[in-house]
């Protein structure tokens, strides 16, 4: 614990190894992440050693709880952004981060949402039948996208038209559509080319839903992380954004 003044304020001056014990870096990683930027320069005593505050405490443990929600980098941008900016934008940085963090979970519950819809309909009792397939310019605007997409989706595995003729028409059956349903709900929810395929592979393979269900379900748990991470950094940002406005 820091030696704190009345004020609620640790007395100064802070040494380097005072601020590691309080924020659980190394003496190195603090005078790392000052070089870095994630801390605001230390006052240097006339021979040269460092001086740090309170806020230089308080940004290293927002910085813990930003990097576990956003990634090393955008949080030592983050807070090198906020500690340039008037409270109010510096305010609304913040917000943008838990915004953004609320944004990727819809998109991962609704992507959730259409596969096992999607994977849940039932197939017509008597087959398939010719008029339940599509060409691709019906299959495309069915969906909302370019044929070009459509190729594209093939060329990557992900979508396998039933028959292709030897005119190239490429001829979508039922399971076909299915898969480029997937495949469509999981892009519009954010997911990358990379994502879709280790989904579509759960599909294909012996785990079939329920493994594309698992994967769906990790990425919303990995979230639910992020976010309790920027919640813990929740105290620390506003000793640093407070810092700001009393600049």
Not at 39 to 59: K, Q
Not at 81 to 86: F, L, Y
Not at 120 to 137: K, L, N, S, V
Not at 176 to 182: F, V
Request: aromatic share 4%; no cysteine.
């Amino acid at each position: 614990m820091i030696d704190q003044a009345p004020s609620g304020r640790p007395r100064a001056p802070l040494r380097t190894s005072d601020v590691a014990r309080a924020s659980g870096y190394s003496v190195q990683q603090v005078r790392d992440l000052e070089r870095l930027g994630v801390i605001p320069p230390a006052t240097r005593s006339p021979n040269g050693y460092r001086s740090y505050a309170a806020v230089h405490v308080h940004a290293l443990g927002a910085y813990r709880g930003l990097a576990g929600a956003i990634g090393a980098v955008a949080a030592r941008q983050l807070l090198a952004e906020v500690r340039g900016r008037p409270i109010v934008e510096a305010a609304s940085a913040i917000m943008a981060v838990h915004a953004r963090l609320a944004r990727e979970r819809d998109e991962a519950l609704r992507a959730q949402a259409a596969v096992r819809a999607i994977q849940a309909e039932a197939t017509f009792p008597d087959g398939e039948r010719a008029d339940d397939a599509m060409t691709i310019t019906q299959l495309a605007a069915a969906l909302g996208v370019r044929t070009s997409t459509l190729r594209f989706w093939e060329q990557e595995g992900l979508v396998s038209p039933d028959r292709v003729t030897s005119l190239r028409a490429r001829r979508y059956g039922l399971g076909a559509i299915r898969e480029a349903r997937i495949v469509a709900a999981l892009r519009n929810s954010g997911y990358g080319i990379p994502a879709v395929h280790g989904i579509m592979g759960s599909l294909h393979g012996t785990g079939g839903i329920a493994e594309a269900d698992r994967i769906l379900q990790r990425r919303l748990d990995q979230i639910a992380a992020r976010s309790v991470a920027l919640l813990r950094a929740g105290a620390d940002l506003a000793a640093v954004v407070g810092d700001v406005a009393e600049t």
